[in-house]
């Protein structure tokens, strides 16, 4: 994390969420982790763990390449140690946004995503139609030395009409609501790596 305390950076996310549906910390995760998330993310790659992704749920679940290019590998427990550090960092998220926003966060799902230069994924939002338990998206970038000129940013349309890209640097955090905030990645020339995941709440399931 960033040289100030883990409790003083977990805190200005759940306020930020608060007073604007949205965070970006730019020194969340400490280098060696982001490091380690991004040669474990390549490897799977390497080893063709990655498939692409698809777009709706279920049944409804198709592959759309101009919708989005990304393939991904969904995390399990205990795969990696640096896989449980990253969801050790993430659960003491998901209890400060429920001692802070009383969002009755219950569990926290995530994925790899690589996207191959060019690829992107459109405009959309992250809670599904006939699914409403994802609340808040959470997005950790595993690219160093990114610089903006390679695209690649998370743009975000803020409820103001702005929008706001996040460049998608190694180390740095995206929060967001999820039913909230339209977003869209946007192509980059070269390989974006990132976790992106979910806290999830309990909700009323498949309508």
Request: with cysteine; proline share 4%; net charge negative.
């Amino acid at each position: 994390m960033s040289t100030e305390t883990p409790n003083a950076l977990l805190s200005r996310i759940v306020d930020d969420v608060a007073e604007h549906g949205w965070s970006v910390q730019p020194l969340f995760a400490p280098q060696a982790l982001t490091l380690q998330l991004a040669d474990e993310c390549r490897t799977r790659a390497a080893q063709g763990a990655l498939a692409p992704a698809s777009v709706g749920r279920g049944r409804a679940q198709t592959l759309r390449e101009g919708i989005r290019g990304d393939h991904i590998e969904w995390l399990e427990a205990g795969q990696s140690a640096a896989c449980e550090r990253y969801l050790r960092l993430l659960d003491e998220l998901r209890v400060a946004l429920n001692r802070g926003l009383y969002l009755g966060l219950e569990d926290y799902e995530s994925h790899f995503a690589l996207y191959p230069p060019g690829a992107f994924y459109r405009k959309h939002v992250d809670r599904f139609q006939d699914d409403d338990r994802r609340a808040v998206s959470v997005v950790l970038y595993l690219n160093a030395d990114w610089q903006a000129e390679q695209g690649g940013a998370l743009r975000l349309y803020l409820a103001d009409g702005e929008t706001r890209d996040v460049l998608p640097q190694a180390g740095c955090l995206a929060v967001f609501l999820s039913a909230e905030m339209p977003h869209e990645v946007l192509p980059a020339t070269r390989e974006r790596l990132s976790l992106t995941g979910w806290f999830r709440r309990r909700g009323a399931g498949v309508w």
